[in-house]
């Protein structure tokens, strides 16, 4: 550390050069990221919120109410009248509290000690940091041949020890919606808490819905739906960290809550202590600006892009591997591994994809960032690459 004080031209001057190491959305080379540029007018809510802090509402009662709102406008959202759960940092200590609260209840009332959590393959990697903190063991479902849970196997895969069954609306990989519908009957039936990860398609399947296309149940409208991540700073524009966990009852956020004495409240749920206010407030103000037509918009041309690409690599002969089902496209080239083409990618053009692992595939991301002439580049680099 410096003894003196450093001018405020010099540190900026520094900082400017550091950054220009990183990439840019708006260059449209990132092509395999969950996340984006937050939109401009939540950046600009983003900076009158930037010393709310949420973990100790006591002080920030109007920060802490836009919270309250926003999860409220979420669960009418996903179909629950009245919601419970917190903005949070994103996806995985969204699925980290999803767990929690499970494992918890089950510890209370079943008086559950070394409990099971049933999840696909194709689960993100959040919910081993969760099994890892909480001590839980991983009980992996088998996915069928289109890559989505085999509900049948997780009949066979639930024991006295099982705490909670996860699905995913949007898998990280593939952008695929397993049954969510028939595991929840199943769960409902044995009892077992079921969250559903929507980290990424909880903000689009809604309003693709309205915009007339067909979509599966996969929130609270199924009754043994018992929490939902949907994450605001993937699809909904939000500036990170905007995540969003969303629970049926509150008895989920008490079995989590321990004491917090010398704050304005005397409880806490959250796994983090202090809590940016900033994206919870920037959240709100995008959900109230967009409104449910903006976000179907939104969401629909991110389909139309998807659609694009894909009949366009087809044209070319590459193989895509599924349908897509929301704007996420795998695909291969005949002969060359993900691996080598994602490589020369990066050579020919600075693309910046990433490559699945389940199955092993060139995996593009299809976020506000990415436009038709971005993608007419891309296809074109890959014409010269086929
Ligand atoms: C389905 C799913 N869940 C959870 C996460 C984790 O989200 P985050 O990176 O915001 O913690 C991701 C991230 O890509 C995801 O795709």
Avoid at 154 to 163: E, G, L
Avoid at 321 to 333: D, G, K, Q, S, Y
Wanted: neutral net charge; proline residues 4%; glycine residues 8%.
């Amino acid at each position: 550390m410096n003894d003196l004080p450093i001018d405020k031209d010099e540190i900026l001057n520094e900082l400017d050069l550091i950054q220009q190491n990183d990439l840019k959305y708006s260059d449209g080379r990132i092509l395999g990221s969950m996340c984006t540029e937050a939109h401009p007018f939540g950046k600009e809510i983003y900076i009158k919120f930037l010393d709310s802090n949420l973990g100790d509402p006591g002080l920030f009662k109007g920060t802490k109410s836009i919270e309250d709102k926003t999860v409220q406008i979420i669960g009418k959202l996903l179909n629950l009248d009245k919601a419970y759960g917190n903005i949070v940092t994103g996806g995985t200590e969204a699925n980290i509290m999803a767990i929690r609260a499970a494992r918890n209840h089950a510890r209370k009332y079943k008086n559950i000690k070394n409990g099971e959590i049933i999840l696909p393959r194709s689960a993100h990697f959040s919910f081993k940091k969760a099994a890892d903190m909480m001590n839980l063991k991983i009980i992996e479902a088998d996915l069928d041949e289109n890559y989505k849970i085999d509900v049948e196997s997780i009949m066979d895969k639930i024991t006295d020890n099982t705490v909670a069954i996860v699905a995913i609306a949007g898998t990280t990989e593939l952008g695929l919606i397993d049954p969510i519908e028939e595991i929840s009957k199943i769960a409902h039936e044995n009892n077992i808490y079921f969250h559903v990860d929507a980290a990424f398609g909880g903000f689009s399947i809604p309003f693709l819905k309205e915009a007339g296309h067909d979509y599966p149940e996969f929130d609270f409208k199924l009754p043994g739906v018992c929490s939902i991540t949907v994450d605001p700073h993937k699809m909904g524009l939000a500036p990170i960290p905007a995540g969003g966990i969303i629970f049926r009852k509150k008895e989920y956020l008490k079995v989590m809550a321990v004491d917090s004495p010398y704050l304005t409240v005397k409880t806490q749920s959250t796994i983090v202590g202090t809590r940016l206010g900033a994206s919870t407030a920037a959240t709100y103000g995008l959900l109230k600006y967009f409104g449910r037509k903006g976000y179907s918009k939104l969401a629909g041309r991110l389909m139309d892009n998807t659609y694009f690409l894909k009949e366009s690599l087809e044209k070319i002969g590459y193989n895509v591997i599924v349908e897509p089902e929301l704007n996420i496209i795998a695909f291969n080239h005949p002969t060359k591994s993900p691996e080598k083409l994602s490589e020369e990618l990066e050579k020919i053009n600075g693309w910046k994809v990433s490559v699945a692992n389940c199955p092993k595939a060139i995996r593009i991301v299809l976020m506000n960032h990415v436009t038709k002439t971005h993608l007419k580049e891309f296809l074109d680099d890959l014409k010269k690459l086929y």
